[in-house]
Structure formats: structure tokens, C-alpha cells
């Protein structure tokens, strides 16, 4: 089989590692990929460029397309490699937009009854201020669109929350992601990562894991892709995951069909466990990074096989199956991510932890593995207990050197205490 996997990540390698695992993928293309994917052929291109994908797709008889990263999957990729006969993991552009508009996605849990932060929605700049005026503190401000991320505001203040408003919709910070906002109400309690596997029929949830967001130590910094994460999430008890199943996974699931709008993928929801029970912080439509660097470790089952399975619709009869066990990931970092940082520095992977590591920001310069972004690699353990795949990620993580590597030194440390 010839398959094709879009996006260039380390959440990326993860999945092309898994899928690799079973003989059937005898030719992974990577589009783009990145020079630390030695499992792949990478394609040089752009993850939002539909018309080159569907083109090299046609030529090279890819048997099955794999769309990881939510820019393609918002704009319409997997319909358009369908319409091209190509089968697909991934949701079609009509779903994906439960990621693409968080009014859309507000508005569903709205209407179906899905636990979340109460909210409004503003396309008027002037009616957004008028709002804050008697919104409560802390208030969350996030631009409807993608943002890469970076489109969620927590304003401490009343001076704050008019200017991320005023960023957003008039100074057009995020583009044109920011011309409609939504302003919610401030939660607080652990937050929980749940990936699942959905053909719209069925829902599989995967292993729970914890997100380290922020850049530094102590959740301090600014705010990043993710600096880590370890699996499973300790405050995630098997009660909470009964309530999650029951209020939030097959209720979402159950709206997209009676919208329309099918969803079939991984469908990702990001929760806040509040003193009111679990609510949904936000929707994504795809892996997680770097959730699925832990997520996808822990597999047990075939990752081709489920995938294949969400694509026909016999996820029912698809065992999915994790192991028992713990993960850890330590991300590498250039220091000075997530703002400027220098890149080109040669990256040294000792071989006995190579099947650990998933690269994100590097490239082949001069036959050299070098970096070439702000998150470089991943590395991630497996173990009986947290306590050693903590230890074990992060004596791998000294092991794999370049200049000026950064690298949060308590990913898990926040898990360990939930635990006691
Ligand atoms: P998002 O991009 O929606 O995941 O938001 C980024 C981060 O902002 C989340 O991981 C939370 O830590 C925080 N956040 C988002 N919405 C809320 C909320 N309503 N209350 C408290 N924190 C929030
Ligand atoms: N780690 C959070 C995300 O992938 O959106």
C-alpha cells in the first residue's frame, strides 16, 4: 500500500512510526514532512496546497491519504482527495469545522446540551466592548477562527479584555479569524486531552493524557504548542470518563450527525474538569501535538487497521486497544520558542533512542540533520509506572544534543500529585 500523510510535525512522525508498524505500508509519503522522517519519502509542498496534493496523490496511486494538520482539514482536503477516489483519515471540510469556528462549535453545544463555559458571541466590535463592561473577571476572549493556537486571551482585567477585543476585530491580530469572537466565561480545574476515533457511528475514546502548554517550569511563560505530556491523565478517573462518554463524547458525535455534518476522524476534545463536573474547553479535528506522541505509543491495536476501519464505518467491529501502561514526552526545544530563536545547529540522536523520537523542527542541511523550528523533537518513554517513563523520557532527552536546546525539566510532575 501506498499511503500519504499531510503535515510535518512530530505529532506527524508519531502516526507515521504507528502506521509503519504494519507491513501492508510499504511506501509512507510525508507531505511535507521534515528531514528527521527516515520512515518516509518526504514531498517538499504545503499542507494547505489541495490542488498539489490531489494531483501527486492521483500520480503516485496513493491507496489511502492521512490529513493530521486542521489548516487542510478546515479547507476541504479530505473531500477533495475523496472526490478523486483516494479514501481518507480525517473529517470532511463540513465537519472539521467543529474545530474551524468556535461560534459554530459553542453554538452546537448549545443547542444539544453539551456541557461548556457559559458564552456570547460578537461579530460588532462595539457591542463586544459594551459586553465587558459588566462581564466577570477573569474573561476569556478567543477569535472564532484558527489562530494557530495563539487566538485564546485570559484577561486578568477590564483593560485587558477591551484590548484583546480591540486586537481581534480591529487591529486584525489573527486576520480574518478574529472578525467574529467569542467571550466565555472563565472555568477552572484540571485539564484533560481526549483523542477519539469516530466513523460517526461509533466512538472509541484513546488513552486520556495531560497537555504542558506553557514554555517554562511551574506553568510559567507564555503559552506554546505543547512542551510535553504524559499519558494517561491521572485526574482522569474511570468515573469522569463514564460522565465524559455520556454527557460530552456521544453527545457531540450525535449532534455532527444531526447537523450534517458526520464526523469521521479523531475527533479531539479539550476538557476542563470544574467543580461542576467535566465541560468541553474546546473541540479539535484531529491528533493532538504533542498528545500523539504519547497516545499513539500506547496503542496496542493497528493503527492502519483502525484507521481504515473509521474510513469504512466498521469501527464497531474494530477492537482498539491500549496497553496498561505509562507515557512521557519531553519536547526539545530552540531556546527563545516560542518567540525568536536561532536555528541550523546539528542535532546528535544516539541510535538506541531513534525509535523514541519524533521530529518536528529540523531538516537535512548538507547530508547533517540540523534544527529548523521552535519545537525540534519529541522523545517519549513507556513504562509500569509515571515515575519511570518520567525518568526514562528525560534520560533519553539528555542523550539527543544540539546548541541552544530548551526543555521544561516537571513534564508530569503535575501528574505525579494528582496521584498522591
Ligand atoms: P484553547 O485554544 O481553546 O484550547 O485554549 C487554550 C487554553 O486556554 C486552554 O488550554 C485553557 O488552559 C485556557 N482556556 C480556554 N478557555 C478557557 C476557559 N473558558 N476558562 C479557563 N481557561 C480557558
Ligand atoms: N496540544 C494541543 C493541540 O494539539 O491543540
Redesign the pocket.
Known sequence: MKILVVGSGGREHAIIKKLKENPAAEVIYAWPGNGGMEEAVCVPGSPTDLEGIVSFAREKKIDYAVVAPDDPLVLGLVDRLEEAGIPCFGPRKNAAIIEGS?AFAKDLMKRYGIPT?AFKVFTDEKAALDYLETAPLPT?I?ADGLAL?K??I?AETKEDARKAVRDMMRDKAFGKSGETVVI?????GP?VSVLSFTDGKTLVPMVSSMDH?RALDGDKGL?TGGMGTVAPNPYYTEKIAKTCMETIFLPTMRAMNAEGRTFKGCLYF?L?LTPRGPKV??YNCRFGDPETQVVLPLLESDLLTVMRAVTDGTLAETPVRFQDKNACCVILASEGYPKSYEKGFPITIPEEVKKDVFVAGAKILDGKLVTNGGRVLGVTAVADSLPEAIRDAYEKAEKITFENRFYRKDIGQRALLAKE
Open positions: 468556535k463555559a476569556v478567543k493556537g487566538g485564546v485570559i466565555e466565561e472563565y472555568l477552572t485539564e502548554k503559552n479539550g476542563m474547553i474546546e
